[in-house]
């Protein structure tokens, strides 16, 4: 038995359990349960009657139906909406205070909560289930101004900001799961850059789903104030379960004047087994907002795993000049789906976006590119450039591409580009006679596909996503 | 839809049908009655809501043509450049044939081919024309019979219709080894009208088709019609459209390259201005090995018009080796305009060679500055990229003379 699971966790080295405790909301979808997340978290009423505005909205709209990946109805009565740690009653004040169990978890997927022992100078948000357990390096940050913690202690700590921008880019009235989210949101990060600031170091989030019947629902509300700059990553994976868990996140960005915000996602969930059974449906709402003028979101995504991955992270050009931009590689294999690209909004004059997408399918996989670039009348002199390259590996997966392309100014440029192939035998052939074989040969020419998406990746981040791909194509091939 | 209702029964009661027939009619009006006009909620027609438009432009629609028959052909209607073989649909009932050139054992028209066969189609203005055409026609070619001249169906319509539903069906079967050439002209005088085509086509091995519909003058109607084409191995589809005149219009096109080394063609010219909207939605299916399409569609677009282009190539996972292209480019001459695309792509196999690219923006500035500091005025040099531009699509036309044709229509030199 032991032996057996051993060999499973070959193939997910993430899918491990953490055997610990927990303290969970009732079962079920209701107005109790939104109260009882709030009280647990000592909300002021605004935020509870938030929260239950969006509910009330949750139960009269009814789940998209439109995606490509179709997915057994889900039972939302049949959830946990909230658990934690049981020694998170009361949020321990310092690291020496946490459970050695966490912190073995999260130094077993290498993300190491103690200062002195992270080499590199990232600082982690880690969330566990549907807490935060931990923000590291938050006094280097604070000396510079910097706000950086999860979602529930800046509601309690910086109620004015949240109130401001929470919501403001996704609104309570969006669409269902986005909704939800916004209706039994448990934790997530909260990021704030004051005006003129470079963030020093990059930012990070660490998203891991432990218990089993929960769904995850955090919320990430990142600002950046005039003229500054922040990098922010993101990375989850969770154990793996026979059943289909679900995580319905939302992400928001704000990017005033001037301001950079550069996000990359590391998304490798547990994706399922061989057959297709188990794995996270990744259901995420991901929209930035470029409000003030010359601002710039940039968009990352590197998507490993998830049974079904829907999203697509947006951006809104509303201030004048500023850039948006999307990067991403999806990599789908055995039963695995994905329905994923980008929305380029422009309203702002002198707007840009590009957009690069390399989508890889392998075994009886099924990927689907969906884009918008919505040019509105008053965006003059915008432009896009759209490219999305797909590769297909045996006749069993699907590469979809489905572009929405919408010009209504005259003096804005739109280019759209897209291929299918798949390796050529050309290519195996050469690395093979050079002495690789075949599965290391595939490992290389899809890391050069991808490259052009890769190298946008933080340093750290881009070595880690180029081993990645390689694992999660192996057996692929003959 | 009180309004179909009553049309409908009215018609059937005045057609003498089996009850065959009559089954048919009865459960594609059902069918009808239930969807009503597609609306923006469906997605094929997301960016063109023909729902709204019918409202807007037309108001009340009806839907009872009765017997009226129309036979007088205004002389002007006719083509004198080229020599071709005839068929004229006034309002949507035959007035004339005319096969004089060709062989007459080798075509077949007939006019008494009531189909009753089910299809099941997901298309509610197919179920209004499976109810409403007075009568489904047929055109046969036979086996190694190559036509000498190309058809031209004219649509015409008289002054004295306005905001009359016209629908018409006509099957193709092009036999062995055969080959049509067919243009399909649209002159009417009709005000206001939905007109509602659809056209079958099944291609046998080693048959070609070409179709060139032409939508060049100026009316205010709203027309739809649809290509539905069924290709054996070896046979070539050539379609070509001019979208120009009508207030509205959407050509749909289905192929399905069932036979291997088929291949079909799409191309296609928007020529839009005065709050014109028009669209052309293709859809290939690749379903077996060795297929090949091409779509081409370009738009010039000025003064509120919008054109809209849906392209999709679907690759089933047997259809190996595919090579499957499209693009379309748009020019916005002024701000009030609107491009809209979805080309999409649907792949399940890995060998194929499939592609797409779109690109819409303003006439390039650099090159207008070029032509004037030649000599030309503004308006020479915008003609000249507009035509340029164009032109491109024309000259993907494989038939000489109709390209000629065609160009002349356009108002196009024959130096492009």
Same mark, same amino acid.
């Given at each position: ?33 939104i ?41 939302y009565q049949?959830?946990y ?12 004040k310092?690291?020496d ?23 590199n ?14 923000t ?6 604070t ?8 979602i ?16 403001s ?26 005006p ?13 789903i ?5 769904g995850?629902f ?22 793996m ?36 059974k ?28 998830s ?12 201030g004048d ?42 075994g ?12 509105s ?19 069993k997966?699907?590469?979809h ?10 003096n804005s ?16 052939h050469?690395?093979q ?19 052009e ?26 | ?10 018609t ?7 009850e065959?027939?009559?089954?048919f ?8 009655s ?9 997605e ?25 028959k129309?036979?007088?052909i205004?002389?002007?209607v006719l083509?004198?450049e ?7 649909f ?11 050139s ?13 189909d ?29 019979y190559?036509? =000498? &001249?190309?058809?031209? #169906?004219?649509?015409?319509? +008289?002054?004295?219709?306005? *905001?009359?539903?016209? !629908?018409? $069906? @006509?099957?193709?079967?092009l036999?062995?080894n ?5 243009i ?7 005000? =206001? &009208?939905?007109?509602? #085509?659809?056209?079958?086509? +099944?291609?046998?091995?080693? *048959?070609?088709?070409? !179709?060139? $519909? @032409? ?7 709203i ?6 084409i ?9 379609t ?5 005149? +009508? ?6 096109i ?10 079909a ?21 690749h ?24 392209g999709?190539i ?22 009030t ?24 923006g ?7 500055f070029?032509?004037?500091s030649?000599?030309l005025?503004?308006?020479?040099a ?21 390209k000629k044709?065609?160009?002349n ?8």
């Amino acid at each position: 038995m032991r032996e057996k699971e051993l060999e499973k966790l070959k193939d997910y080295k993430y899918g491990f359990s953490t055997d610990i405790e927990n303290f969970k909301a009732p079962k079920g979808l209701n107005e109790d349960v939104i109260k009882f997340i709030s009280n647990i978290k000592k909300e002021p009423k605004w935020l509870l009657d938030w929260r239950l505005k969006a509910y009330k909205r949750v139960k009269v709209l009814k789940e998209p139906n439109w995606q490509k990946p179709k997915y057994p109805k889900i039972d939302y009565q049949d959830l946990y909406y909230y658990s934690a740690p049981k020694s998170f009653k009361e949020k321990p004040k310092s690291l020496d205070e946490l459970d050695p169990k966490l912190i073995e978890t999260y130094n077993k997927l290498g993300i190491p909560l103690n200062e002195q022992k992270r080499l590199n100078g990232i600082a982690v948000d880690a969330v566990f289930d549907s807490v935060s357990v931990a923000t590291t390096f938050k006094d280097t940050l604070t000396e510079k101004g910097i706000i950086f913690c999860s979602i529930s202690e800046a509601i309690q700590k910086h109620p004015d900001l949240v109130k401001k921008y929470l919501g403001s880019v996704i609104p309570i009235t969006d669409h269902y799961f986005a909704t939800l989210n916004s209706a039994v949101f448990t934790d997530g990060s909260f990021v704030y850059i004051p005006p003129g600031v470079r963030c020093p170091m990059e930012l990070s989030t660490y998203f891991r789903i432990n218990a089993s019947d929960t769904g995850q629902f955090e919320r990430t509300l990142i600002i950046a104030d005039k003229g500054s700059y922040v990098s922010y990553l993101e990375g989850c994976t969770a154990p793996m379960r026979d059943e289909n868990q679900l995580h319905a996140a939302n992400v928001e960005l704000i990017a005033l004047d001037d301001a950079e915000i550069k996000y990359s996602t590391v998304q490798n969930w547990y994706p399922g087994d061989k057959d297709g059974k188990g794995g996270i449906y990744n259901f995420v709402t991901k929209r930035g907002l470029c409000k003030g003028k010359n601002s710039k979101i940039s968009w990352t995504q590197v998507e490993t795993g998830s049974a079904i991955t829907w999203k697509y992270p947006s951006c809104i050009l509303q201030g004048d000049n500023s850039v948006g931009e999307f990067y991403s590689i999806a990599i789908t294999n055995n039963h695995q789906k994905a329905d994923t690209g980008t929305k380029m909004i422009h309203l702002g004059k002198n707007t840009k976006s590009k957009i690069i997408s390399k989508g890889i399918s392998a075994g009886f996989s099924d990927m689907t590119y969906r884009g918008l670039v919505d040019i509105s009348p008053k965006s003059e002199n915008s432009s896009n450039y759209t490219q999305c390259d797909s590769l297909l590996m045996g006749n069993k997966c699907g590469a979809h591409t489905i572009p929405y392309i919408k010009n209504k100014n005259s003096n804005s440029n739109i280019a759209h580009e897209a291929t299918t192939s798949k390796i050529s035998d050309e290519q195996l052939h050469y690395c093979q006679q050079r002495g690789l074989n075949s599965e290391e040969a595939v490992s290389l020419i899809v890391n050069g596909f991808c490259k052009e998406v890769l190298q946008q990746l933080p340093m750290e981040f881009a070595v880690e996503a180029q081993k990645l791909v390689g694992i999660s194509l192996e057996g692929s091939v003959g | 839809m009180q309004n179909f209702k009553t049309d409908f029964e009215k018609t059937l009661k005045e057609s003498n049908l089996s009850e065959k027939e009559i089954a048919f009619k009865n459960l594609n009006a059902k069918e009808f009655s239930k969807q009503g006009f597609p609306n923006r909620k469906d997605e094929d027609w997301k960016f063109s809501d023909i729902n709204q438009i019918i409202k807007k432009e037309i108001g009340e629609l009806k839907f009872y043509t009765g017997q009226s028959k129309e036979t007088n052909i205004d002389e002007d209607v006719l083509l004198s450049e080229i020599k071709h073989n005839k068929l004229i649909f006034v309002n949507g009932q035959l007035a004339q044939t005319d096969f004089s050139s060709e062989e007459k054992s080798k075509i077949e028209f007939l006019d008494n081919k009531n189909d009753t066969e089910d299809q099941s189609v997901e298309n509610s203005l197919i179920n209004l024309n499976n109810a409403l055409a007075n009568k489904s026609y047929k055109l046969l070619v036979k086996k190694n019979y190559q036509i =000498k &001249n190309p058809l031209i #169906i004219y649509h015409v319509s +008289s002054n004295k219709v306005a *905001s009359q539903n016209i !629908n018409l $069906k @006509i099957n193709f079967e092009l036999e062995e080894n055969s080959s049509l050439k067919l243009i399909d002209l649209v002159k009417d005088k009709g005000n =206001k &009208n939905f007109i509602n #085509i659809f056209y079958n086509f +099944s291609l046998e091995k080693n *048959s070609v088709l070409k !179709n060139y $519909k @032409i939508d060049q003058f100026e009316n205010n109607n709203i027309r739809y019609m649809f290509n539905n084409i069924k290709q054996s191995s070896n046979s070539v589809s050539e379609t070509f459209y001019l979208s120009k005149g +009508s207030t509205f219009s959407k050509n749909e096109i289905t192929c399905d390259l069932k036979g291997e080394y088929s291949s079909a063609f799409v191309n296609g010219i928007f020529s839009l201005d005065k709050d014109k909207h028009h669209e052309i939605k293709a859809k290939i299916n690749h379903l077996v090995e060795n297929t090949k399409s091409y779509q081409l569609v370009k738009s010039v677009l000025e003064n509120k018009s919008r054109s809209v282009y849906q392209g999709k190539i679907y690759v089933d996972s047997k259809a190996q080796k595919t090579d499957g292209y499209q693009l379309s480019k748009a020019i916005l001459v002024d701000e009030t305009t609107e491009f809209n695309a979805k080309p999409e792509l649907e792949i399940y196999a890995d060998d194929v060679k499939c592609s797409h690219g779109s690109a819409s923006g303003s006439l390039d500035e650099n090159s207008i500055f070029y032509l004037m500091s030649r000599g030309l005025s503004y308006k020479e040099a915008r003609e000249l990229l507009i035509n340029g531009f164009l032109v491109e699509v024309i000259n993907q036309i494989t038939d000489e003379p109709i390209k000629k044709l065609i160009k002349n229509l356009y108002g196009l030199k024959n130096e492009y």
